[in-house]
């Protein structure tokens, strides 16, 4: 049996819009086992969720291999699904490393890194799914650059997933077409001032500009109307570094080690429609294991 795990994203993290993402201690596992006629996925999606070659998982799969062998193999996921926490990022990573491991393509992860922001449109999720940890990467529809981003070690992510779904196509239909050249040199200012108080550890700045994303949220505001609420919410309690994870409608605030709990205790308090989790850093990435 072959096990591939890969780890849930969160994209943007704030001004980092399309190119800052973190992974998260929430896993898709694909397991694999003998061979068979037709390709035959088990997983507990529902029914609207093909079990056949017509699985997202599979159809990535034979995107890279057309002529891959059918497989029986089952999906497992604690990702939810359309929630900006990157379940779309980690079932086509899946499904290429399926395809690369059983159709032996010995394709590197800087090509599985480009075919998969390819079909995912942007690296944000993708990256840090792959190699773990915080990651920022720019595709210029050739190559994905890409380096580490450093977050510090003793943080939390405080994570709301409302109840619904927020497909990432529809949520980035709110986006506005332009913006001026005034605005867009404000907006990269911002992410760049991030990564560079990020790579120094200097969380005190950082999490005030994690706030201050000029790119996505104003325009998403009225798909996550759970961002504004659960700022404002952290704010009396002194805790600035509330986003909208990725498209949304998560929100995840990230939090000191030692403010952690009064948050949650906080928000738990509220009863909002959703559910509240404490996720970590995965530092991992995508992992493939084989068992005989
Ligand atoms: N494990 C999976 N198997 C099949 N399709 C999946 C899986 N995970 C995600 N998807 C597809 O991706 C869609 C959600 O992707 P998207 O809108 O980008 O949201 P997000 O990636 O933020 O969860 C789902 O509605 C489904 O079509
Ligand atoms: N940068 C993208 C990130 C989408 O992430 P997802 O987890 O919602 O798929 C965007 O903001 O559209």
Do not use: C
């Not at 449109?121 to 993708?126: E, F, Q, S, T």
């Not at 498209?247 to 928000?267: C, H, N, R, Y």
Request: proline share 5%; glycine share 6%.
């Amino acid at each position: 049996m072959i096990k591939i795990t890969v780890p849930a994203t969160s994209a943007n993290i704030g001004p980092g819009f399309d190119s800052l993402g973190v992974a998260l201690n929430l896993y898709l596992t694909l397991e694999i086992f003998e061979e068979t006629v037709q390709w035959h996925v088990i997983h507990d999606y529902g029914t609207d969720m093909p079990d056949d070659e017509n699985n997202f998982i599979v159809k990535t799969a034979l995107s890279l291999a057309p002529n891959l062998t059918p497989h029986r193999i089952i999906v497992k996921s604690d990702i939810p699904l359309a929630r900006g926490l990157g379940s779309s990022s980690s079932a086509l990573l899946a499904g290429l490393a399926m395809a690369n491991t059983l159709g032996k393509l010995n394709l590197t992860n800087e090509r599985l890194l480009e075919k998969a922001t390819v079909l995912e449109g942007h690296p944000d999720n993708v990256a840090p799914a792959l190699f773990g940890g915080g990651v920022a990467a720019f595709y210029n529809g050739i190559q994905v650059f890409h380096a580490p981003l450093k977050l510090p070690q003793d943080i939390n992510f405080v994570t709301f997933i409302p109840k619904y779904e927020l497909l990432t196509a529809e949520a980035r239909q709110a986006l506005p077409a332009h913006m001026s050249f005034k605005d867009s040199v404000a907006a990269s200012a911002i992410s760049n001032t991030l990564t560079a108080a990020l790579s120094v550890g200097d969380f005190n700045t950082a999490r005030k500009l994690i706030e201050m994303d000029q790119f996505h949220e104003q325009a998403r505001s009225h798909l996550a109307p759970h961002l504004e609420i659960i700022r404002e919410v952290a704010h009396q309690l002194q805790i600035i570094g509330t986003y909208l994870s990725g498209a949304g409608p998560t929100i995840i605030t990230l939090v000191p080690k030692k403010d952690t709990q009064k948050l949650l205790e906080t928000l738990s308090k509220m009863n909002l429609p959703g559910k509240l989790l404490l996720l970590k850093s995965d530092f991992n990435g995508l992992q493939i294991t084989k068992n005989d």
